[in-house]
């Protein structure tokens, strides 16, 4: 059996108040339409049509060429947007699912529990419902005596006792492709808003003599759409929860769930251990046994076996096994640290590649470099990588010392086991195994302080008598 899904994604979302199109913004690190478009791939769609309507060219961008897409240009309803998907879909054999772009809680295997029902029941559309705790302004089932659904009440046309009912429309469905088509052709706009319901397909199909069908969904938060604010942040909160709990299971120790944000795409590996005040974002990968945190705010950095990273900042770097960063260390963009590697406090490292085994402990910024294996950077040292106008590369070969407080204007080349002595300023390369000293030598004068003191006091009068 063929199976396809519609994504509706019209809705200009005026609540969020908002210059970002409704169904892009994110929760947990994706844009809400991502999490729905995954989980209908992960249900084995084979087709996907999305239909949008207001900052329609945004959502094309972001979507790209992955699903198809058709325009809504007038909002006349639900009934009215999935027949947008017609010329698309509508000569296919198969069953069709319908989703919304703004319902990112909703998970793929509920979506094939529901499949599964509809198929079993041989039923003509299958609804997903869920019981809620409070079901204002969202549409009622409305069951026989057996149980079956008979029709679907939007909130606006409730009677009172309908209005008591808590078991909920979703807003998510699965149909017999063709008959949906056929039933859609039917649909009026002879209601309280006077729109084209999607829900009155439902009572066509039974009028017709069409089964109708039903899954409730054991977990009502699949169910949520996201409509303002603070729908985006319950909805932040349910998946966070959902993200923290599903690596829990997969054998990661997270001292503080509460306090630790972790976003959909991050994968973490067994007996690694997140303390709170962490921020994982992104494609980020961490290996087994380490420990990340407190405070560590990660994206899209890929992390080996064995690595402490403490109170730092690392974005799309790499860190090598056994190494440790931090405290207060920050890795930017193309940062590459070998196995074993120390990055200590208040280090800067970008678009630097750094060997086995090399330490730059404290109070240094290296960047544009290549640092080979088992170096010594001292306390203090900087690559000085930029004239104002070009960037130039610092290359520092094997088992090389760089002393503290030392100046490495590139682009200039350390030999291997060259040392270079502290609070030196290097402009020429280091032939390997040379010891260089690029400091003038000192020279005391006797009594001269007060020599000074004097002169900056006369200055400091002088100011103050004007």
Not at 254 to 277: K, M
């Amino acid at each position: 059996m063929k199976v396809m899904a519609i994504v509706l994604a019209a809705g200009q979302g005026k609540r969020m108040k908002s210059k970002l199109y409704k169904v892009l913004h994110p929760v947990c690190g994706k844009p809400m339409v991502a999490h729905v478009l995954q989980t209908v791939k992960d249900a084995a769609c084979e087709r996907t049509v999305v239909v949008v309507g207001h900052g329609a060219e945004t959502v094309r961008a972001y979507l790209g060429s992955d699903v198809e897409i058709v325009l809504q240009e007038q909002q006349l309803g639900t009934g009215h947007a999935v027949q947008q998907a017609e010329p698309l879909l509508g000569g296919e054999e198969g069953t069709t699912v319908i989703l919304y772009g703004d319902t990112p809680l909703v998970t793929s295997g509920t979506i094939q529990s529901l499949l599964r029902i509809h198929a079993e029941t041989r039923s003509a559309a299958t609804v997903l419902t869920a019981v809620v705790p409070n079901p204002q302004g969202l549409g009622r089932i409305i069951r026989d005596d057996a149980g079956n659904v008979l029709r679907i009440v939007e909130q606006k046309d409730c009677t009172p006792e309908q209005a008591a009912i808590t078991e909920i429309n979703t807003g998510m469905y699965c149909f017999d492709n063709k008959k949906l088509f056929r039933a859609l052709a039917q649909v009026t706009n002879n209601n309280a808003q006077g729109e084209y319901y999607l829900t009155d397909v439902m009572e066509i199909l039974k009028n017709a003599g069409e089964t109708v069908g039903a899954y409730c969904t054991p977990d009502f938060a699949e169910g949520i759409g996201v409509n303002d604010r603070v729908g985006l942040g319950e909805a932040e909160a349910l998946m966070r929860a959902r993200i923290v709990r599903k690596h829990q299971l997969g054998g990661v120790t997270i001292i503080d769930p509460a306090a630790t944000y972790i976003e959909a795409d991050v994968a973490i590996g067994s007996d690694t251990v997140i303390y709170p005040g962490t921020v994982l974002r992104g494609a980020t990968v961490i290996g087994e046994d380490c420990v990340i945190g407190p405070n560590a705010d990660i994206t899209d950095t890929t992390i080996g076996n064995g690595v402490t990273v403490k109170q730092s900042v690392a974005v799309e770097a790499a860190i090598g096994d056994e190494s440790a960063v931090g405290p207060f260390a920050y890795l930017r963009p193309g940062s590459k640290l070998g196995t074993g590697v120390k990055i200590g406090d208040f280090v800067e490292i970008k678009n630097a590649e750094l060997g086995d085994g090399t330490k730059v402990s404290h109070l240094s910024y290296v960047g544009d470099a290549k640092v080979g294996k088992d170096v010594n950077v001292g306390c203090g040292a900087i690559t000085v990588n930029y004239d104002g106008y070009n960037k130039a590369m610092t290359e520092i070969g094997d088992n090389a010392f760089v002393g503290s407080n030392v100046n490495l204007i590139a682009p200039v080349k350390i030999g291997d086991g060259a040392y270079v002595v502290a609070g030196s300023t290097i402009t020429n390369d280091v032939p390997a195994n040379d010891v260089a000293i690029a400091r003038e030598r000192q020279v005391n004068k006797p009594g001269y302080a007060e020599k000074l003191r004097g002169r900056a006091k006369a200055k400091k009068e002088a100011k103050s008598k004007k």
